[in-house]
């Protein structure tokens, strides 16, 4: 067989592994919230999604406040969703209710925080599997490098950007996407 005709086979047969998983929905992930009550994702269908990993001991942790205020601003297209998560520097060591709590008394937080996960590694939650493999997202590969990383999926559960955390939650690059 012709080497050339074989390698672009290959190509297509990843390409449909690709588009098949690719269709796989963020939607049908189970995630719960910091209370341990089951998140419907699917309840969010028709606004953007913004994930953030976040931690309460983190230099960004003060983005707490523009994330409320991204949040205050455009909830009627945006839900901004909170996830902790202790993988850098150990940074979220507090359980649900100290989490709740330092939100709460610290930043004023409406928006949706989940429970405390694993946001890379062999542990990984299938939410940050979804967010970070293209395979499965259908657009882009990345890692998540330290906490208040976020993703931004569009109103119809596709994958749109990701930004790491030194953008804060009130630049252009995440409001252009919400205009």
């Known amino acids: 067989m012709n080497p050339l005709k074989a390698f672009v086979g290959t190509l297509t047969a990843t390409d449909k592994t690709i588009k098949q998983n690719a269709s796989e929905s963020i939607y049908t992930i189970a995630i719960n919230t910091l209370q ?6 699917s309840e ?19 983005q707490y406040k523009e994330l409320q205020e991204l949040y205050n601003t455009y909830k009627d297209q945006l839900v901004v969703i909170g996830v902790p998560c202790n993988q850098f520097g150990s940074q979220e060591p ?9 939100c709460d008394v610290n930043y004023g937080v ?8 694993d946001v890379k590694g062999n542990s990984q939650h299938p939410l940050y599997t979804w967010l970070t493999k293209k395979a499965i997202n259908g657009k882009q590969n990345s890692s998540v490098k330290w906490n208040f ?7 119809n559960g596709e994958f749109l950007d990701y930004f790491f955390s030194i953008t804060k939650p009130m630049n252009s690059r995440i409001t252009s996407y919400l205009k």
């Open 44 to 62: 969010f269908k028709g606004r953007k999604i913004l994930f953030v990993n976040v931690a309460s001991k983190c230099g960004f942790t003060p």
């Open 36 to 41: 341990g009550h089951p998140i419907d994702l």
């Open 149 to 155: 990383q976020k993703y931004l999926v569009d109103e």
């Open 110 to 117: 409406s928006f949706l925080i989940t429970e405390k996960i």
């Open 94 to 102: 507090g359980t649900s209710n100290e989490i709740q709590e330092f």
